[in-house]
């Protein structure tokens, strides 16, 4: 039993042999018909008349059949304008040299047109079957680009691939894009070419897929966080006035003499979960304001080592227990700051250190001018952050995995920083300096009127901050 393939190509090659075969047969009745018309024409005809009818023959048939065809019907007219038109006639003879040129001159001329017409038939052929590849390919992508899911594929193009390569042609997605044709040689270096075309088109399409539904994702997840943010901020708001009561009430009976210790600690409680949770409304508030870019930086210029020994002054109760390392030159510059957001910024550094490292361990604070930047470094001899979650820890709400679910942390406070020293084109960063630790660099830009050069010996004030 044939193969479906082979049975194909068989049938191929005796299409072939047969249309062969008849070109041959048409090459020889129209020189039979020729010899007729010439032998009723000689007697009134000039030979070059009787040339062109002969050359007339060949030249139809090249325009129909291949060169085999065409080169039996040039040398058989030839011989055939020999034996009936060039004296003697009836005879293959060539006496005198004009009947020889003549001869040769019909023989070369027949040969040069059918050469042309074969040619031209040739490419012809060629421009036909490139206009129809080239079709069923503009076909195929169209087909392509409106599919919704990538299932579809095969389903699409394998009609357009038979229509290319035969009705043994196949798509498998699996594990990638491949296109079989069923044949049983190599494909020629032109069927490479369409089939890479092929599987380019599919690729595109497929990555088109990819694209719209990572589109429609960030679609999806933008519209949950602006949500999501919308709803935070509402409560947030709705919240704040209830825990400013809370707290003032709390403070005020706290004041208030003839407690017992149980009520003195229950209040102190409250006073302390309060203000805990005023942060976190006030760190959600931040949050939601900065992403949204509502809010309106209020810049003047400020002393940022004042702002740094302010903060200092409100977490001492806190930071009784641990050494403070304050190092400031004596002559740094203004620098134009939102003191409020860089307030918060530097409160959530240090709250970032009491919470995540050892009670009684030293932190130290350094300033210094950089090019045309004020950097602010705060180091602590914490366990440090690993080099993986360096820049994941300023994702909102992304707690590291050593933290802990009691420890009062909401994953915002990095988020913040970030996003306030963004909005002053500065920026901040994490890393874990030889020692161990984290040191955290606060860069925030000094304009170009207020910069003001670093000697070279910089008189550093170090105070140290202790119980």
């Given at each position: ?12 090659r005796l299409r072939?042999i ?6 041959f047969?048409?090459?020889?009745l ?12 000689a ?17 139809l048939?090249s ?13 058989t007219?030839?011989?055939?304008f020999?034996?009936?038109?060039i004296p003697p006639?009836?005879?293959f ?17 027949a040969t040069?047109?059918c ?27 169209l087909?392509?680009?409106?599919i ?12 357009h ?5 035969g ?5 498998r997605l ?5 296109i ?10 032109e069927?490479?070419?369409?089939l ?11 990555e ?20 999501r ?5 509402s409560?947030?708001?709705d ?13 005020a009976?706290?004041t208030h003499?003839?407690?017992?210790p ?19 409304l ?29 903060v200092?002054?409100?977490?001492s109760?806190?930071l009784?227990a641990r ?8 002559d ?38 950089a090019?045309?930047?004020m950097v602010?470094s ?8 690993p080099?993986?979650e ?11 995995r050593?933290?802990?679910?009691l420890d009062?942390?909401t994953?915002?406070g990095?988020?913040?920083c ?9 920026s901040i960063?994490?890393?874990s ?18 910069y003001?050069?670093t000697p070279a010996?910089?008189?550093w ?7």
């Amino acid at each position: 039993m044939i193969a479906p393939v082979q049975a194909t190509a068989y049938s191929g090659r005796l299409r072939a042999i047969n249309a062969e075969l008849s070109g041959f047969l048409w090459g020889a009745l129209v020189n039979v018909a020729t010899a007729q018309v010439s032998l009723a024409w000689a007697p009134r005809a000039h030979l070059a008349h009787l040339l062109v009818l002969y050359l007339l023959g060949p030249v139809l048939i090249s325009t129909r059949f291949g060169l085999a065809v065409s080169m039996f019907t040039v040398i058989t007219s030839a011989l055939s304008f020999d034996y009936f038109c060039i004296p003697p006639r009836f005879a293959f003879a060539l006496p005198d040299t004009e009947g020889v040129i003549t001869f040769v001159g019909m023989l070369l001329m027949a040969t040069l047109v059918c050469l042309l017409n074969v040619r031209l038939r040739y490419q012809r052929t060629l421009a036909r079957s490139s206009e129809a590849r080239t079709s069923i390919l503009c076909e195929l992508s169209l087909d392509l680009s409106e599919i919704t899911t990538v299932a579809e594929l095969p389903t699409v193009a394998e009609p357009h691939l038979k229509r290319l390569f035969g009705s043994q042609a196949r798509v498998r997605l699996q594990p990638l894009i491949e296109i079989t044709t069923g044949a049983a040689d190599r494909p020629t270096a032109e069927q490479q070419l369409l089939l890479d075309t092929c599987v380019d088109r599919m690729g595109a399409a497929i990555e088109r897929l990819a694209l719209q539904a990572a589109a429609r994702k960030a679609e999806v997840d933008a519209e949950a966080e602006r949500t999501r943010n919308a709803l935070l901020s509402s409560v947030s708001h709705d919240l704040k006035t209830p825990l400013s009561s809370i707290l003032t009430a709390g403070t005020a009976l706290l004041t208030h003499p003839g407690q017992t210790p149980t009520q003195h600690e229950l209040l102190v409680t409250i006073v302390e979960e309060t203000e805990r949770l005023n942060a976190l409304l006030t760190n959600l508030l931040s949050v939601t304001r900065l992403e949204s870019g509502s809010i309106s930086l209020n810049k003047r210029s400020e002393a940022l080592d004042d702002l740094v020994l302010s903060v200092l002054s409100r977490l001492s109760g806190r930071l009784s227990a641990r050494k403070v390392d304050l190092r400031i030159p004596h002559d740094l510059p203004l620098i134009p700051i939102d003191p409020t957001l860089i307030d918060q910024v530097l409160v959530n550094l240090l709250e970032n250190i009491l919470r995540y490292t050892p009670p009684g361990s030293p932190i130290r604070i350094e300033m210094s001018q950089a090019d045309q930047e004020m950097v602010l470094s705060i180091r602590d001899q914490g366990p440090g952050i690993p080099e993986g979650e360096r820049e994941r820890v300023f994702e909102k709400f992304y707690r590291g995995r050593g933290t802990s679910a009691l420890d009062g942390g909401t994953g915002l406070g990095l988020t913040i920083c970030r996003a306030v020293a963004a909005a002053h084109q500065g920026s901040i960063t994490l890393s874990s300096p030889t020692g161990g630790g984290t040191l955290v660099e606060l860069r925030l830009p000094i304009p170009d009127a207020d910069y003001v050069a670093t000697p070279a010996v910089s008189p550093w004030t170090q105070r140290s901050l202790q119980s």
